[in-house]
DNA sequence: CGAGCCGGTAACTAAACAGTTACTTGATGG
DNA sequence: CCATCAAGTAACTGTTTAGTTACCGGCTCG
């Protein structure tokens, strides 16, 4: 049948194996990983496929399992690059450069606006916490990223409470909890909650409405 | 080699087919629908598996698809059941026959506690929340289940405004989205929190703490 | 200048999975 | 005592999926 058959002890049909456009790894790495972000971040662990990823991001399987071992690890990757990101956000802001009061203003608004701009962030934490922080875990890059949150929102606490206008029993972490509890819970829960109460969360009116509503109860639990 | 083949036409290795213990529909069906809550929430709808609730309701999946007919609808159907469980048991509180700050207090602490005992409701909620509401969108049964907690919500509010010990601008859906909140996002993150801030926040101690830190926030938010 | 490596393609494989089918058992009513 | 039906079992099927393999082609360096 096939006329051309000079090779006889290996053949197979041989495509015309495109053109290859140009080279670039980091381009091809980036890809993966952003396409990885989305892929993940819009079916959860256990739903995205690494088929899908590979098409999202324009190359195939083999370079994803070459550039990032497998479907774990390439996820455990994606994990870490968003908290990298909204951790190095959250410090450019300086806090303890305004007076406390207007500090933790700030630190609610950029919460609320990140995750507001960063869907695809609230949904990998919902992914990673239905399964227990099962692969953060694992990560060993994560841990001195945070303790300097805690430390700088303490200082502003701190002198807050010696200029006499925060009450003594404020808590660092409690009030970190506060601030990214109502922001969380509002978007990644927005579908639910606009279905069982009949009303459409995510309308401008609605989300400035909350966002005034998120500094306002984080400076009333802590005013005295 | 099989000496009894007396009937030739269609001959099947025939099993035992074991003691039928009792037959039970009720029993099977509320087994399954326990099982389903139990693999849903803790794999996801992409996640879990048809095999896998069988085998933990003691039954198999001819039952499963008789009684439910796909999975989809038996999602479906855990999700209303656990929307179900709580509406009934909060709307039992009667936060109406209280003073108004008691009252919402009252409706606090029973939010937490449930979500506390309850975190199946949580993770189903937040599965469903990763597909959009892409099920409960097309449940008739919870609409109007909705509708009586912001009712009776929204009259303790007006008792406490009258009273002169409420801000006028409070408004029910937000004070509800604000305990909610609270509660959800500090139990359904509680590994990614526990992990990257280095400490347990499940331990009783750290629970206490934060079931006071919500009637707090609440109240200090809406208090005049 | 050619050997081999690096970036890339596409087809293949073994396992897992949702859903189906063929069949069994026992209770009930005629 | 047999026809029927509801409850239940287990093996099968077609498809999907993570991961692998065989192959390609241009660039670089000895």
């Known amino acids: 049948m096939n006329d051309t058959g000079e090779s006889a002890k290996k053949k ?7 053109r290859t456009a140009q080279r670039d790894p980091e381009r091809t790495r980036a890809a993966i990983l952003e396409a990885a972000t ?18 999202r991001a324009g190359t195939n399987k083999r370079m994803l399992y070459h550039y990032f071992g497998d479907k774990e690890q390439l996820y455990l990757r ?27 203003g700030e630190l609610a608004l950029f919460t609320w606006r990140y995750f507001l701009q960063h869907p695809e962030f609230l949904s990998l ?23 300097h949150l805690i430390g700088e929102l303490s200082q502003v606490l701190e002198e807050g409470k010696k200029a006499g206008v925060f009450i003594e029993s404020a808590d660092p972490l409690h009030v970190y909890l506060t601030i990214a509890s109502l922001g969380y819970f509002y978007l990644s829960n927005q579908y639910t909650l606009s279905t069982i109460f009949g ?20 400076l009333a639990s802590i005013k005295r």
């Not at 197979?12 to 495109?18: G, L, S």
């Not at 908290?83 to 305004?98: D, F, H, K, P, Q």
Request: charge should be negative.
């Open 12 to 18: 197979i049909k041989r495509p015309p194996a495109e």
């Open 199 to 218: 009303r459409d969360l995510i309308t401008p009116g609605n989300l400035d409405a909350w966002e005034r509503h998120i500094v306002h109860v984080t």
């Open 125 to 147: 934490l919902g992914t990673e916490n239905l399964h227990r922080a099962r692969w953060l875990r694992q990560s060993v890059r994560l841990k001195e990223l945070h303790s």
């Open 78 to 104: 994606v994990l870490e690059e968003a908290y990298v990101s909204i951790r190095t956000a959250e410090r450019a802001l300086n806090i303890g450069t305004r007076s406390p009061e207007e500090g933790i």
């Open 38 to 55: 989305q892929e993940f971040a819009e079916n959860g662990m256990g739903g995205a496929r690494v088929d899908a990823i590979a098409e």
